[in-house]
């Protein structure tokens, strides 16, 4: 079996690069954690020593220039995702790319046109279609088991003190920073509801939604995400409630 050589972009999405690199060290037959970067040296110098990289580095190009790097996680925080990506892409380096794809459609599509131009693959790190429960779902609506569903509601509950920029950071940092993570607690969390609802009602194109964020913001100390897809005909909505990554103020 080939051995594939991974390598990490950014950390600045922690939640999902750490347990990937435990998963890695565990074992992942046909893989290997080979080099990892951040811009703050430290983290990445940590994740390395903690997981079995052979190298870390303050500039990620320094990880597309390795010959031993084939595949890239891209962990950064979301606005960076398009500069990584694409020169990624360039680089000929597949890319596991976490979630959201990008803060503005426009990045979202350079993104998809970079892999397709420089022939590599490029996938989301969309995890619920591969829990269990959901590919159940899935079979049982496939059958007609349960119907054909309507409608469905998601919701996400987390405390506003989970959310923190960084391992052992006390502030929630690039998370609430409308620059660098756009859409907040609701895009954050919420893309992975508005991805699974399609693949559980059996809809793979792409659908254009419009929407508009809300008069006043919900600064409740549970923070939530609720989706709610609804099918009629030919018709698909989602609406939203929950915001952003933030604490109550006063």
């Not at 390598?7 to 954690?33: C, K, S, V, W």
């Not at 269990?132 to 088991?145: H, M, N, T």
Request: hydrophobic share 40%; glycine share 10%; aromatic share 8%.
């Amino acid at each position: 079996m080939e051995t594939l050589g991974i390598g990490f972009i950014g950390l600045h999405n922690h939640y999902h690069a750490y347990p990937m690199g435990d998963y890695l060290q565990r074992g992942l037959p046909g893989t290997r954690l080979v080099a990892v970067s951040d811009e703050r040296q430290h983290y990445a110098e940590e994740f390395a020593q903690r997981y079995g990289a052979e190298a870390a580095y303050r500039d990620y190009r320094a990880v597309l220039d390795r010959r031993d790097v084939d595949v890239v996680v891209v962990t950064s925080y979301t606005s960076a995702h398009a500069e990584h990506c694409i020169a990624s892409a360039r680089a000929g380096k597949h890319i596991l790319l976490d979630k959201p794809i990008a803060t503005t459609l426009e990045d979202a599509a350079r993104i998809i046109e970079a892999a397709r131009k420089h022939g590599v693959k490029l996938m989301m790190a969309y995890l619920l279609r591969f829990i269990p429960a959901y590919q159940r779902a899935k079979v049982l609506i496939e059958e007609g088991i349960i119907g054909r569903p309507t409608s469905a509601f998601y919701s996400i509950r987390i405390p506003v003190g989970f959310i923190r920029d960084a391992p052992g950071a006390a502030e929630q940092g690039w998370y609430i920073d409308p620059m660098k993570g756009g859409g907040g607690g609701f895009i954050d969390h919420g893309v992975h509801f508005a991805a699974s609802s399609p693949l559980l009602k059996g809809r793979s194109e792409q659908l254009k939604v419009p929407g508009m964020p809300p008069s006043g913001m919900d600064h409740s100390p549970v923070l939530i995400a609720a989706p709610l897809v609804g099918q009629k005909g030919k018709s698909n909505c989602i609406t939203r409630r929950a915001h952003r990554w933030r604490l109550p103020h006063g």
